[in-house]
Nanobody, 124 residues
């Protein structure tokens, strides 16, 4: 059974940094695409970044491009989201998601598995 467990969220001041982790288990993820999404109160879940596990191809939402970096560590079966230059607009619950066929999707409905989420709060 696939399990995704996020960690690393917390409270940070504007301009600060956080690194989120997503520990994946239950399958071999080499053929998967792994995405990060976020959901702020009263808003829909939105795409943040995605990485294709096999070749490391990445894609970012315009709102985070240049500030966030997604990466993976195959030995640890873990995906990371390094977040720099954080602003209050980045405040949300951040979710890790996995898509089995490895194709790049930007809509949350395109993902097969989800973690429980981790809260990121950026104070001004």
């Amino acid at each position: 059974q696939v399990q995704l467990v996020e960690s690393g969220g917390g409270l940070v001041q504007a301009g600060g940094s956080l690194r989120l982790s997503c520990a994946a288990s239950g399958r071999t993820f080499s053929s998967y695409a792994m995405g990060w999404f976020r959901q702020a109160p009263g808003k829909e879940r939105e795409f943040v970044a995605v990485i294709r596990w096999r070749n490391g191809y990445t894609y970012y939402a315009d709102s985070v491009k240049g500030r966030f970096t997604i990466s993976r560590d195959s030995a640890k079966s873990t995906v990371y989201l390094q977040m720099n230059s954080l602003s209050p607009e980045d405040t949300a619950v951040y979710y890790c998601a996995a898509r089995q066929d490895g194709s790049i999707k930007f809509d949350a409905s395109g993902y097969d598995y989800w973690g429980q989420g981790t809260q990121v709060t950026v104070s001004s």
